[in-house]
């Protein structure tokens, strides 16, 4: 018997407790207890044994998982062995009617439910704070001008403030997107071997389904597998919006461009042989950390198709997938908070790098500005190519070259307008609105 395999460093115990051992046999115990209540209200438990079984439950603790441990080496079968320790702790006859028309599936897919209900709801809190804090970040730098980059190059310029605001849009959509997936997985089974209740009233699964603030759905002998998968696809995906975050602050840093740093703490030491060292380590964590919730979910992927009614081929896997995906979410999410939280912001770089270009930035101004004027676009294009290219081999100012050549033919009050750089960014505020409004 094991817990979650996620490594420590990455494990925030709030969240490793719910895949903990003592709380996955608290919960298996709790959905026996209710079923057996819930056959008692039908008249097939007798009363006083329901009590019994309430009054006389294990007390579920490291000792508890250690018996179930012990007996599994006899049964070879885990949820077996945990009904073996429970009736024997809690003694005959009444003990007899733990289980009583249950299958394993019964009991454990409604955990995993229960479970990752309680594990979205944690990963759901992490998020809202992390979007806070990526708006909070976008509306600081609003009017921090930059340029835009396309291919890695030089393109025209943007805000700094509207690039995050795109980035908390996304989270928004991700929060959508785990939204769904929770009310997917948020589900009771109890239903018996093939789906059928030939064994329970579908009365008992509905009390349970109310007491746990489940769903119950029709199934076979298990819930079906899209819905985890959903889940991990959730998860994939807010993985992946942090490392589109962290890829963009990852190349920000570097030392040519310099624009955006992580926080440094006091003592930190960015490499061990090298001390100037100032590494984007929590970018690097995240991007890689990423990988491993999307290769989670072609696991899930896989895991939907099972033989006829069931088998257990998904058992294996999701033991380790769905704890793993739910504890990296929680942590990049945690982690990536801390890094926007810390996040260093060099706007007088970013005017700087705008503007190493001589001017050239701005040249689909000057392009339209020229077709505008009667030129065609090929002899448009053609004539400011040559000239941002003289700009940037010469370090010219583009301006004074386009102000030189009398193929032009702009006013000055034209190429003032044109090498405007408050009207180059006035409408990125767009964005701004789309947050304000709560569009996706």
């Not at 097939?44 to 508890?64: G, N």
């Not at 793993?324 to 939280?341: F, G, H, P």
Request: charged share 25%.
């Amino acid at each position: 018997m094991c817990g979650p395999l996620m490594i420590e460093r990455y494990s925030l115990p709030e969240m490793a407790e719910i895949f903990s051992d003592v709380s996955k046999f608290r919960r298996y115990l709790e959905i026996e207890l209710l079923a057996t209540s819930a056959h008692c209200e039908l008249g097939v438990v007798p009363r006083d044994h329901a009590q019994i079984c309430r009054d006389r439950a294990p007390k579920v603790d490291s000792e508890f998982v250690t018996a179930v441990s012990e007996r599994e080496r006899v049964t070879d079968h885990d949820v077996a062995a945990f009904v073996d320790v429970v009736q024997q702790q809690i003694g005959m006859p009444a003990g007899a009617w733990i289980h009583h028309g249950l299958t394993s599936s019964d009991v454990v897919d409604t955990a995993w439910c229960w479970m990752l209900r309680d594990a979205a709801t944690l990963i759901d809190n992490a998020l809202v704070n992390f979007c806070e804090a990526v708006v909070a970040l976008a509306e600081k730098h609003r009017d921090t001008v930059m340029i835009g980059r396309t291919h890695g190059m030089h393109a025209e310029p943007t805000t700094f403030g509207a690039k995050v605001a795109l980035w908390a849009l996304q989270l928004r959509r991700d929060r959508d997107r785990l939204d769904a997936a929770t009310k997917r997985i948020a589900v009771c089974k109890l239903s018996g071997a093939v789906g059928t209740y030939s064994n329970i009233d579908p009365r008992v699964e509905l009390s349970v389904a109310k007491a746990l603030g489940l769903q119950a759905v029709p199934a076979t002998q298990v819930i079906a597998r899209d819905r985890h998968a959903e889940y991990l696809w959730a998860c994939a995906s807010i993985g992946t919006t942090i490392e589109t975050i962290a890829v963009e602050l990852r190349h920000l840093q570097r030392t040519e461009v310099n624009e955006v740093r992580e926080g440094f703490t006091s003592g930190q030491k960015g490499s061990s042989a090298m001390p100037h060292k100032r590494n984007p380590i929590s970018s690097e964590t995240l991007t890689g950390l990423s990988r491993v919730l999307r290769a989670n979910l072609q696991v899930g992927l896989q895991d939907v198709a099972l033989w006829h009614e069931r088998d257990i081929s998904h058992s294996s896997a999701e033991r380790i997938v769905l704890p793993d995906s739910s504890m990296l979410a929680y942590y990049m999410l945690r982690r990536a908070t801390r890094l926007i939280t810390n996040l260093e912001v060099d706007s007088a770089q970013m005017l700087k790098n705008l503007h190493s270009k001589h001017g050239v930035v701005f040249s689909q101004s000057v392009l339209l500005a020229l077709v505008t004027s009667g030129m065609s676009r090929d002899d448009a294009y053609r004539l400011v190519q040559e000239l941002a290219g003289r700009a940037v081999t010469e370090e010219s100012q583009f301006r004074e070259l386009l102000a030189a050549d009398t193929r032009i033919g702009l006013t000055s009050k034209q190429l003032d307008e044109i090498f405007d750089l408050k009207k180059s960014v006035k409408h990125t505020n767009r964005v701004f609105e789309a947050l304000a409004s709560k569009q996706l």
